[in-house]
């Protein structure tokens, strides 16, 4: 059974830290490339980072660059995106997806996806 399992998110303070995690599970999933999204009310939903399945490549949005970090674990199941110095332009629903096309960021090249997870950040 394949499936993206994301956790982490909540309220935070501006210039705060959260920790996002998603967990892959089915076999197929493992080899795959991993990104995480968001998307705000009333906008389009954005990338944000990705990362290889070995954890060797990783890219972000420019808007996070310097403060956020995608990372994965040892098993290569667990995919995390640390988020520093949070801003309130950082208020969004964050997913996490999967796909087997390296560097893609464009969400419609992502087969699988988590259900979001809420990340509000106050001023």
């Known amino acids: 059974h394949v499936q993206l399992v994301v956790s982490g998110g909540g309220l935070v303070q501006a210039g705060g830290s959260l920790r996002l995690s998603c967990a892959a599970s089915?076999?197929?999933?493992?080899?795959?490339?991993k990104g995480w999204f968001r998307q705000a009310p009333g906008q389009e939903r954005e990338f944000v980072a990705l990362?290889?399945?070995?954890?060797?490549?990783?890219d972000y949005a420019d808007s996070v660059k310097g403060r956020f970090t995608i990372s994965i674990d040892n098993a290569k199941t667990t995919v995390y995106l640390q988020m520093n110095s949070l801003k309130p332009e950082d208020t969004a629903v964050y997913y996490c997806?999967?796909?087997?096309?390296?560097?893609?960021?464009?969400?419609?090249?992502?087969?699988?996806w988590g259900q979001g997870t809420q990340v509000t950040v106050s001023s």
């Open positions: 990362i290889s399945w070995t954890g060797g490549g990783t």
């Open positions: 089915g076999r197929t999933l493992r080899t795959y490339q």
């Open positions: 997806a999967a796909t087997p096309r390296y560097g893609a960021r464009a969400d419609s090249l992502y087969d699988f």
